[in-house]
């Protein structure tokens, strides 16, 4: 008896073994086409995000450290401005440069108001609120630059996967209607099914799981340098309230 069931086995299984799963599912219909393609899409897309971030954060981290160098060493904020233009990748500089402009702009008020020939107490800022608002909206903006791509990733996470299962469901349709259509059960007749059904699977982990990783350590990066530039807003801050009040 078990040898009997034994050559069934391989009777039916050496068709669908020598046509190969890729080429079962290729045999498929459009649907299951569409959700690969679809997954496809996805997952190229969540790749091509994560990569650029690891360019992105690379540059910024380099970037940051030379710019907080300069910073720091320099007596002026215009010599700092003078060079933070080469160093545009970390998100530091567009913080500074906000920080700047407003400067810059309160003090040459003061000696407009002043006229010609101002004496060295007008280079003071009137309102410090207004510094810190600039630099607090420059934050803003920065992390969404930043955070660009995130909602894909997530997306690509949460959806993935229930893409996936949409496909297994449909190859397991057409795994039964080969079955009624043709009234029998061997492998031969439900392979197609079968090959769409565990193709689009595997397909649906596969995007969904790099892009949560992706989402997850780019969410974390995000929030590290989100502590950093508020970091730098009260270095900022005390600078412009010893130097320009």
Known sequence: MLSEISLF??????PAMERGMVQLFLETGP???????SLLFLSIGSWAIMI?????????????????EVFRRSKRFSEVNAVAGKLFGTPMVGLFQAGYAEIDAQVKAAQEA??????????RV????????????????????LGRGQPFLATTAAASPFIGLFGTVWGIMVAFESIGATGSTSLTSVAPGIAEALINTAAGLVAAIPALVGFNYYGARLRAT????????????NLTERNFT
């Open 126 to 145: 009137k309102s410090l609120e207004s510094v810190e608002r600039s630099l607090r909206r420059a934050i803003g903006i920065e992390l969404s630059v």
């Open 226 to 237: 989100r502590n950093q530039m508020e970091d730098f807003v009260l270095e900022f801050l």
């Open 114 to 123: 002043a006229k010609a020939g101002a004496p060295a107490s007008s280079f």
């Open 31 to 37: 649907m299951a086409k569409i959700v690969f393609a």
């Open 9 to 14: 086995i391989a009777q039916t299984s050496q």
């Open 52 to 68: 650029s971030k690891v360019i992105q954060y690379r540059r910024a981290d380099k970037h940051g450290e030379q710019f907080l």
